[in-house]
């Protein structure tokens, strides 16, 4: 089994033990398409020329690549694969109903949110960035829309977090510190020429939904989204503290960083029946309007192919983000054409092996 294309992975990572840690890796483009150097960079590794005499199947994969985590496939309605295996932090067996953090996946919600608002008619994504944040200046030529495609120019605050926030603030108060940072800040490229990926825009998106809606963003999301799905095993990483239930064992210190820091960006954790309802919901007009469901997976990006939240031209003419949050590594799929979702989640594969894992499962699943 020869691997045919590389893709890697974007996360955002607020992780903290007892100091604040951030990483991020930029996306690159698939290997028959040329990347741009300021964009992406393709992650070497050492099983990409890698084959086998004989087909492997998904378990084999699994096991020698010493998986640890969730994966879940459905086709044509029928589950095809599902694998659970490993420990949490605290040796708790993962199971295939276990929560696991989803890092940059979660941004998909975040832009069916604003989606969902538009079509309440309570926003439109080609709002510029002043209606909502008067103090800030650059926000006039930027859109809400340049802000979900990625093409704000807007710098990324995880890029600078040591001197922009402290563990020793609130919340509230460290929001107030990444809004500063960014609003004294220039654009790095004229808003709408460039994709670059950049968690402050949907750090800022999700504030936005709170400017409007008046709610905490996982209360919208929740009311407007996860309630009326019945997806009861997801929600905020910020809640693991009090929810051990959802917890299962999860060391939260270990996890993340200061509460909503991942807001919007990075911010939930879900479970494979949950993201499978999801990516189903998504993709057959549960959850969008036509209108809205077209916008969110239209090509803004011929370079990245990104959509609002997800790169719609992914692997195999498939749609889905990749996401990690340091410790954790997530990836969900869809491809409608072969009426197939897939979700897979890692505790043990680091985004510089998940790449390939996933490509090599994605070989093996049963036509």
């Known amino acids: 089994m020869k691997i045919k294309e590389l893709i890697s992975l974007m996360s955002v990572s607020l992780c903290a033990a007892l100091t604040l840690t951030a990483c991020k890796t930029e996306p690159?483009?698939?290997?028959?398409?040329?990347?741009?150097?300021?964009?992406?960079?393709?992650?070497?590794?050492?099983?990409?020329?890698?084959?086998?005499?004989?087909?492997?199947?998904?378990?084999?994969?699994?096991?020698?690549?010493?998986?640890?985590?969730?994966?879940?496939?459905?086709?044509?309605?029928?589950?095809?694969?599902?694998?659970?295996d490993g420990t949490l932090e605290n040796g708790e067996d993962i199971t295939i109903d276990t929560p696991l953090p989803l890092g940059s996946?979660?941004?998909?919600?975040?832009?069916?949110?604003?989606?969902?608002?538009?079509?309440?008619?309570?926003?439109?994504?080609?709002?510029?960035?002043?209606?909502?944040?008067?103090?800030?200046?650059?926000?006039?030529?930027?859109?809400?829309?340049?802000?979900l495609s990625m093409h704000s120019g807007i710098p990324d605050y995880t890029d600078d977090l040591y001197n922009v926030i402290s563990a020793d603030k609130t919340d509230e108060e460290n929001t107030a510190s990444i809004e500063k940072w960014l609003f004294a800040k220039q654009t790095d490229y004229k808003p709408g020429d460039v994709f670059e990926y950049s968690n402050s825009n949907y750090?800022?998106?999700?504030?936005?939904?709170?400017?409007?809606?008046?709610?905490?963003?996982?209360?919208?999301?929740?009311?407007?989204?996860?309630?009326?799905?019945?997806?009861?095993?997801?929600?905020s990483i910020d809640e693991l503290p009090l929810s051990p239930d959802w917890a299962k064992g999860l060391i939260f210190k270990e996890l993340d960083c200061q509460p909503g820091l991942t807001k919007g960006a990075g911010d939930l954790i879900s479970n494979a029946a949950d993201m499978?309802?999801?990516?189903?919901?998504?993709?057959?007009?549960?959850?969008?309007?036509?209108?809205?469901?077209?916008?969110?997976?239209?090509?803004?990006?011929?370079?990245?192919?990104?959509?609002?939240?997800?790169?719609?031209?992914?692997?195999?003419?498939?749609?889905?983000?990749?996401?990690?949050?340091?410790?954790?590594?997530?990836?969900?799929?869809?491809?409608?054409?072969?009426?197939?979702?897939?979700?897979?989640a890692s505790n043990t594969t680091d985004t510089s092996y998940i790449q390939t894992l996933f490509l090599n499962i994605l070989e093996a699943l049963p036509e």
């Not at 692997?315 to 197939?340: C, R, V």
């Open 203 to 235: 750090f800022l998106l999700a504030n936005i939904i709170e400017k409007i809606s008046d709610k905490k963003y996982i209360d919208f999301l929740r009311e407007n989204i996860l309630e009326p799905l019945g997806m009861t095993h997801t929600g």
């Open 105 to 147: 996946v979660s941004k998909q919600f975040c832009a069916a949110a604003v989606l969902l608002l538009q079509e309440q008619g309570k926003l439109r994504v080609d709002d510029t960035l002043d209606k909502y944040y008067p103090e800030y200046e650059n926000g006039k030529g930027i859109t809400v829309g340049d802000l």
């Open 276 to 344: 499978t309802v999801w990516t189903d919901a998504l993709f057959n007009g549960k959850v969008l309007s036509d209108e809205s469901y077209k916008a969110m997976t239209a090509d803004y990006s011929p370079s990245m192919h990104y959509g609002y939240g997800l790169y719609v031209d992914f692997i195999n003419n498939g749609m889905g983000h990749p996401g990690s949050n340091g410790i954790y590594t997530a990836i969900d799929y869809i491809n409608s054409s072969k009426d197939m979702t897939l979700f897979l």
């Open 28 to 84: 690159a483009a698939t290997a028959d398409r040329p990347s741009e150097a300021a964009e992406s960079s393709v992650l070497s590794d050492s099983r990409q020329e890698s084959s086998y005499d004989e087909p492997e199947t998904v378990e084999e994969i699994l096991q020698d690549y010493d998986f640890g985590g969730v994966l879940y496939a459905v086709k044509n309605g029928k589950v095809i694969a599902s694998y659970a």
